[in-house]
């Protein structure tokens, strides 16, 4: 099949594309920056362009839409939908005046919210910033396209980790490999997260697969806690170091420091009061319909979370 990928020149899209290239399919990334691995497959363009869009998805049999804001520190706020529901909005323009009848869209988990207990598909959303607000807006836009008997894949992935990906995840496993990391609390919360190689292969599965509308949300399983994660992190880099605990309290006020911080000199710090709350909740999710629709995914936590380790820090 000919697939678009938007936002294909980032971590998850540049992983998909060698998956869907190896299954056989022809690929074209529409980003606003050139891939670095597949350059000769890019048509340069904004989301927010829809003729541009709409050019990009002639003869294009399925759009997969992983273009996104997704930061937790974007500004001005207005992109997150600009960019993520106005996106959704093109992307059914481009797919209506091509004809397209299948589309994959990468949503997130923070449309539930946080410390919701185990979140299902079937839960009712409650996010808690923009970025999930825009997410679920999104998820609307393309509810009302697959209504008209298309067929649309909604995956919700928690915080995806891998190798090259400097995000969140990568934050954490920097701060416990410098030495300096404090845990938050007790660390005994509950984290839900997935490995990018799983997640890749997944996406480019559901190509093929499945039709109407499937919704799915998307971790590796068993969960960790934050206290297990940092112990599996620092058994990895061959540390023995007890990891030594604040209250919550100080640890947020230190965020909110840094917020501050930000906020007068312009500049993004890895702390931020957003992310100590995000690191403190439960944020575990079930994946019982994953499990159920005949996906296996390649790679184990462990062996995803041992890779990246590896690849990051002990080269």
């Given at each position: 099949?000919?697939?678009?990928?938007t936002g294909?020149?980032?971590?998850?899209g540049?992983?998909?594309?060698?998956?869907?290239?190896?299954n056989?399919?022809?690929?074209?990334?529409?980003?606003?920056?050139?891939?670095?691995?597949?350059p000769?497959?890019?048509i340069?363009?904004d989301?927010?362009?829809?003729?541009a869009?709409?050019?990009?998805?002639?003869?294009i049999?399925?759009?997969?839409?992983?273009?996104?804001?997704?930061?937790?520190?974007?500004?001005p706020?207005?992109?997150?939908?600009?960019?993520?529901?106005?996106?959704?909005?093109?992307?059914?323009?481009?797919?209506?005046?091509n004809?397209?009848?299948?589309i994959?869209?990468?949503?997130?988990?923070?449309?539930?919210?946080?410390?919701?207990?185990?979140?299902y598909?079937?839960?009712?959303?409650?996010?808690?910033n923009?970025?999930?607000?825009?997410?679920?807006?999104?998820?609307?836009?393309?509810l009302?396209?697959?209504?008209?008997?298309?067929?649309l894949?909604m995956?919700?992935?928690?915080?995806?980790?891998?190798e090259?990906?400097?995000?969140?995840?990568?934050n954490?496993?920097?701060?416990?490999?410098?030495g300096?990391f404090?845990?938050l609390?007790?660390?005994?919360n509950?984290?839900?997260?997935?490995y990018?190689?799983?997640?890749s292969?997944?996406?480019?599965?559901l190509?093929?697969?499945?039709?109407g509308?499937e919704?799915?949300?998307?971790?590796?399983k068993?969960?960790?806690t934050?206290?297990?994660?940092?112990?599996?992190?620092?058994?990895?880099?061959?540390?023995?170091?007890?990891?030594?605990?604040?209250?919550y309290?100080?640890?947020?006020?230190?965020?909110?420091?840094?917020?501050?911080?930000?906020?007068i000199?312009?500049?993004?710090?890895?702390v931020?009061?957003i992310?100590?709350?995000?690191?403190v909740?439960?944020?575990?999710i079930?994946?019982?319909?994953?499990?159920?629709?005949?996906?296996?995914?390649?790679?184990?936590f462990?062996?995803?979370l041992?890779?990246t380790?590896?690849?990051?820090?002990?080269?």
């Amino acid at each position: 099949m000919n697939v678009l990928i938007t936002g294909g020149s980032g971590f998850i899209g540049t992983r998909l594309t060698e998956d869907l290239i190896q299954n056989g399919h022809t690929v074209n990334i529409y980003d606003k920056i050139i891939s670095k691995k597949y350059p000769e497959l890019t048509i340069i363009g904004d989301v927010r362009d829809k003729k541009a869009l709409t050019k990009a998805c002639k003869n294009i049999d399925i759009i997969y839409n992983l273009a996104a804001e997704h930061a937790d520190n974007v500004t001005p706020l207005s992109l997150y939908d600009e960019v993520n529901v106005g996106g959704a909005e093109n992307v059914v323009v481009a797919a209506k005046a091509n004809g397209i009848k299948k589309i994959i869209f990468t949503s997130s988990v923070a449309i539930y919210g946080l410390d919701k207990g185990e979140c299902y598909e079937t839960l009712e959303p409650d996010p808690f910033n923009e970025y999930g607000r825009s997410k679920l807006k999104a998820e609307k836009v393309f509810l009302q396209w697959q209504a008209e008997e298309h067929t649309l894949i909604m995956l919700r992935p928690s915080a995806v980790f891998g190798e090259t990906n400097k995000g969140n995840i990568y934050n954490l496993l920097k701060q416990v490999h410098s030495g300096k990391f404090l845990m938050l609390d007790k660390g005994k919360n509950k984290k839900s997260i997935g490995y990018v190689g799983n997640i890749s292969a997944l996406l480019a599965y559901l190509a093929e697969n499945k039709s109407g509308l499937e919704i799915y949300n998307f971790s590796d399983k068993p969960d960790m806690t934050a206290r297990e994660m940092v112990d599996f992190i620092q058994k990895t880099l061959g540390r023995e170091k007890k990891i030594s605990s604040i209250p919550y309290a100080l640890g947020l006020a230190g965020g909110y420091v840094f917020d501050l911080l930000s906020l007068i000199t312009g500049k993004k710090f890895a702390v931020s009061s957003i992310r100590i709350k995000k690191f403190v909740a439960d944020t575990a999710i079930n994946t019982d319909r994953l499990q159920n629709s005949g996906f296996k995914p390649p790679y184990s936590f462990e062996e995803g979370l041992k890779r990246t380790i590896e690849y990051e820090f002990m080269r």
